[in-house]
């Protein structure tokens, strides 16, 4: 059953540095894998998704790369704002290509 | 604007009165599905849809049914809810069950007293 570990919980950081949140899984045979941003009582925001094909995925300042045969995908943002301010959340397709299985998520802080 | 819409956002109700948590989304998306998220265990799969008429269980599907009627709409019913069906509830959609992007709608928090 595939597993999905998200380090670090939570994260803070003064606004314009650079990070990189982390996401392993267990199960290499994925069939595609996307990032989320999640804000306190709002639904989840599609940031990346990275074909399973796929090394790497960028959108702006975010920057989504996969390494299947590892298991890992990291979460590169850049010039960090307050804005960032939100949980991260990893999910890789599951095998069946049914159900987006999630990580806990990684919770950002930005401080200005 | 393309979207997945729930309603309500917000409901409180009582031990085993039915309730229906609707779902729509306008995107002509054939695959649909539920979740629940609770806090240190994140978010599990109730049920999915791949099309009309077509519904299957996720990892969590004990004390709901679903109904795909139309394309566009996969309401989340609790026949008989019970306090532990608390949680915060997400519908998502996307064109195909693989290889495409998820949308989320914004989410309805369910409270069962």
């Known amino acids: 059953k595939q597993e999905v570990t998200q380090i670090p919980a939570a994260l803070s950081v003064p606004e314009g540095e650079n990070l990189v949140l982390n996401c392993s899984f267990t199960d290499s045979a994925i069939y595609n894998l996307q990032w989320f941003r999640q804000d306190p009582g709002k639904g989840l925001t599609s940031l990346l998704l990275i074909q399973s094909s796929q090394r790497e995925q960028t959108s702006g300042r975010l920057n989504a790369s996969l390494d299947k045969s590892s298991g890992r995908s990291t979460l590169y943002i850049a010039a960090s704002q307050p804005g960032d301010s939100a949980t991260y959340l990893c999910?890789?397709?599951?095998?069946?290509?049914?159900?987006?299985?999630f990580g806990k998520g990684t919770t950002l802080s930005v401080s200005s | 604007e393309a979207q997945v819409t729930q309603n309500p956002r917000y409901l409180i109700t009582v031990t085993g009165k039915k309730l229906t948590v609707t779902c729509s989304q306008n995107?002509?998306?054939?695959?649909m599905s539920w979740y629940r998220q609770d806090p240190g265990l994140g978010l599990r799969q109730i049920y999915y849809s791949m099309n009309v008429e077509v519904t299957d269980k996720g990892d969590v599907p004990e004390g709901y049914k679903v109904s795909r009627k139309e394309k566009r709409n996969f309401p989340l019913i609790l026949e008989s809810p019970s306090p532990n069906q608390t949680s915060l509830y997400f519908c998502?959609?996307?064109?195909?069950?693989?290889?495409?992007?998820?949308?989320f709608g914004q989410g309805t928090r369910l409270t069962v007293v």
């Open positions: 998502a959609s996307s064109f195909s069950r693989a290889n495409t992007e998820a949308f």
């Open positions: 995107m002509n998306h054939e695959y």
């Open positions: 999910a890789p397709l599951n095998q069946a290509g049914t159900a987006l299985i």
